[in-house]
DNA sequence: AATAAATCCTACCACCAAGGTAGGAATATG
DNA sequence: CATATTCCTACCTTGGTGGTAGGATTTATT
């Protein structure tokens, strides 16, 4: 398993303020019902998206969190990445600057190297916008045989 | 990290395995040798290669491996496929026919989905072949800005 | 026949990330 | 002042990862 549920909740909710993003502050409480998740697992998620600038927040009554952009300007892969750390399929890919020290001689680099792009280029490509307004072709591609033609 | 050690070494040793496959037999000690890899664990990782029918043993002195098959014939997902169990990149794929409960108002599902059929399609597409020759362009494409031109 | 070299089989184990839970401090509203 | 909220730190359980250990079985060589 690639992504854990740190990351699919973090979408989860990033989703749901996209959805209800009319400017106003929306509460964790809130959220954590509509989605039935954990209120308390939840805090410590949204807190890694809040410090990351993906969010804006007001303590305090009636408080709580908003988008800090316009939906289409967030590209899942940075949601993934800040609450995942990485979204590398392996541990051998560089990471920071490094990379293994086989790597000038393994022949199976290549291999995750492309795939790790693969993905990557997937996730960046698809924007919060796309998820709300189901995108299903731009999401499922030539695997989606039964999409609505307008999208 | 959603392929472990035991789908990378597996895969090590397939690659292992075809670029000496003059039809002779391998003993695993060989390839922990070749690899720097510890025999003990590849032991475990090898039998699940052979049980799936990927490769053909012979026991007693002199024994060994061997390809089952062409190395063409063999593509990446199912090597992976086998000893991972699953490519998954989240637990809300649906797998053996079971699905999320949620699966029909999940508005995140299709990105999930998206995603594995990406990954599935990349690694289905790769062979092993491809990997000993070297095949950068099939397996970086675009990403590969300085390939060779004959491939 | 003995020995060595190999696969095969079962059991065990340490570590760490995943997936939370708990409790309280700080802050803002009414 | 009471209430609702974010913010912060600490703790805990469980299962998978990444191995190790020891022996039984099979085959080739001498």
């Known amino acids: 398993m690639m992504v854990s549920t740190k990351g699919r909740y973090a979408l989860t909710v990033m989703v749901d303020l996209a959805k209800l993003s009319d400017g106003g502050f929306v509460s964790l409480s809130d959220i954590a019902e509509r989605e039935h998740l954990s209120m308390k697992y939840l805090e410590s998620i949204i807190s890694i998206l809040n410090k990351g ?3 804006q927040s007001l303590r305090g009554k009636n408080g709580g969190y908003r988008l800090a952009r316009d939906p289409a300007d967030y590209n899942i892969s940075e949601i993934l990445l800040l609450t995942e750390g990485t979204l590398a399929p392996v541990n051998c890919i560089m990471q920071d600057g490094v990379q293994c020290e086989k790597a000038a ?8 190297a492309g795939l790790d792009y693969v993905i990557d280029k997937y996730l960046s490509t698809i924007t919060l916008q796309d998820i709300i307004t189901g995108n299903r072709k731009k999401m499922l591609g030539d695997y989606c045989d039964h999409c609505d033609s307008d999208q």
């Open 105 to 112: 001689t393994c022949s199976t680099l290549p291999l995750w």
């Open 53 to 55: 600038g993906m969010l």
